[in-house]
C-alpha cells in the first residue's frame, strides 16, 4: 500500500433518503461540472495506516456505537473545496459520542473540531453562486435518517476514486 493513504470512516443514509440526496447531488454536480460522490456524514477524516489495521480500529468503533438518527437541517458553504456546499447535522450526543470513540479508536485528537454535515457539492465557486444554490434549494433540507452502519472509504485521490473498503453494522 502506498505511504500516506487516506481513509474515512462514514455514515450514510439508506433507501428513500439515500435516494433524494443522490439526486439532489448529482442533479448539482451534473450542473456545475463538479465530482459526483456519495451522499454521507463524516465521522472521522484523514485516517491513515496499513489497510486491516484500519479495518479492526473500525470494527471497534462500531462495535460500541447503537443505531442513531442524524437530523439534517440548514444549508450551508464555506470557501473550501469538500464544505462547498452542504447541510449540517445535528450535533446530537450519540454522534458526539461516536466522533469521540473514533478519534480514540485511530489517535486523531488534534483533528479539527467535529462539525457534523453532508456535504452536497465539492468545489470551488463564488459565494454568490452558492446563495443562489441555496435559495433554489431551500434554506433547510430538514431530513432525518437512521444510521444502522459503519462505513470505512478509501478516500485517498479524486471523489472519482473513492471506494468502500468496508462496512460494519452497529450494535443492536
Known amino acids: 500500500m502506498p505511504a500516506g493513504e487516506k481513509y474515512s470512516l462514514w455514515f450514510m443514509p439508506t433507501g428513500d433518503v439515500c435516494a433524494r440526496l443522490s439526486e439532489i447531488l448529482q442533479r448539482l454536480s451534473a450542473r456545475h461540472g463538479a465530482p459526483e460522490f456519495p451522499p454521507h456524514v463524516t465521522l ?15 470494527a471497534q468503533v462500531a462495535a ?8 439534517l437541517g440548514k444549508i450551508d458553504f464555506f470557501d473550501e ?37 453532508l456535504s452536497l457539492l465539492y468545489g470551488n465557486f463564488p459565494p454568490s453562486l452558492k446563495e443562489h444554490m441555496i435559495a433554489e434549494l431551500g434554506q433547510r433540507l430538514d431530513i432525518q435518517f437512521k444510521v444502522r452502519s459503519l462505513h470505512l472509504y478509501r478516500t485517498h485521490g479524486a471523489p472519482g476514486q473513492w471506494r468502500r473498503v468496508a462496512s460494519f453494522g452497529l450494535m443492536i
Open 64 to 71: 460500541g456505537i447503537r443505531p442513531f438518527p442524524i437530523r
Open 81 to 117: 473545496y469538500f464544505r462547498c456546499l452542504f447541510v449540517r447535522a445535528a450535533l446530537t450526543k450519540p454522534l458526539q459520542n461516536a466522533n469521540l470513540a473514533a478519534r480514540q479508536a485511530f489517535d486523531s485528537r488534534c483533528e479539527p473540531e467535529f462539525m457534523p454535515h
Open 44 to 58: 472521522l477524516g484523514g485516517c491513515v495506516g496499513p489497510r486491516c489495521e484500519l479495518i479492526c480500529k473500525s
